[in-house]
């Protein structure tokens, strides 16, 4: 039977750690990490999230500021409170909650947020900087997957990681960083996507699974190698006829938790861990940013 990789309780380990390295900084520097975090239109899962975002930075002690503004917002007003953020020297992460509504360009509201404030590490300059193995911000599910790694000690090295899944905020990233010559990295990594034929073969050798792409139950027994590693990085939400939901992964969990070594649930795995690791970045942020 796998070992069930519980990110409810790691994450609960971090926000202590944070909750103290926060204090700490507040009492020998005086400064008081805050989060600012903007919210356009009424999508009901993002204004969850924003609000979970900010009972987390709350429990640490981290100051938090949601911003609202409706769905009809102009980009120039978008623009202008990010411009006044990246400004104001008590913000130490800007966080713009995404999808924005379509007709804002979401590549301008990132590139306007300060490289040193952006704790979603979603920024060009921070993207390239993983990439290219300098110390910036990472984004939080790439980083929670690292650190559910670190803590479990899993080891990374010279395995095959297979991830599915190319997206700019979990696939690529996390794909770059287990390339990498570092710690939680030196993986052989095949990254696959919707254009990949037979994915199933790919998965088979794989030591490590990391699946990405927000389809329900993609992954099943026959995708798991025995003694592999599973992350689950899917969050679908299945509606019933009822009209009650529960929240679903890329992987049929039932299917695999007997073939694998170690599993993450969802909800439960690397949710929490995403959420914890938003917390770490703006206090490092506070601190003077990722370098310091
Ligand atoms: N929307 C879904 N996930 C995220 C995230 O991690 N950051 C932001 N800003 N928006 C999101």
Partial sequence: MAVLLDGNALAKEIREEV?????????????????????????PASDVYVRNKA??????????????????????EVLSIVRAWNADDDVHGILVQLPLPPHIDEQRVIRT???TKDVDGFHPDNAGRLLIGLPGFLPCTPAGVLEIFKRHAIETSGKHAVVIGRSNIVGKPLAALLAQKRPQGNATVTLCHTG???????????????AAVGVTHLIRAEHVKDGAVVIDVGMNRLVADDGTSRLTGDVD????????????????????????????????????????
Wanted: glycine fraction near 10%; charged fraction near 20%; include cysteine.
């Fill in 55 to 76: 009972r987390d930075c709350e429990k640490v002690g981290i100051r938090s500021t949601i911003v609202r503004l409706p769905a009809d917002a102009q980009q120039d």
């Fill in 19 to 43: 909750r103290r390295d926060t204090e700490h900084l507040v009492s020998t520097r005086g400064v008081q990490p805050g989060l600012n975090l903007l919210l356009v239109g009424d999508n």
């Fill in 253 to 292: 969990f039932d299917a695999v938790v007997g073939k694998a070594s170690a599993i993450t649930p969802v909800p439960g795995g690397v949710g929490p861990m995403t959420r914890a690791m938003l917390l770490m970045n703006t206090l490092l942020a506070a601190r003077g940013g990722p370098e310091a």
């Fill in 196 to 210: 990949t034929r037979d994915l199933a073969a790919h998965c088979q050798r794989a030591d490590i699974i990391i």
């Fill in 113 to 115: 947020i300060s490289p």
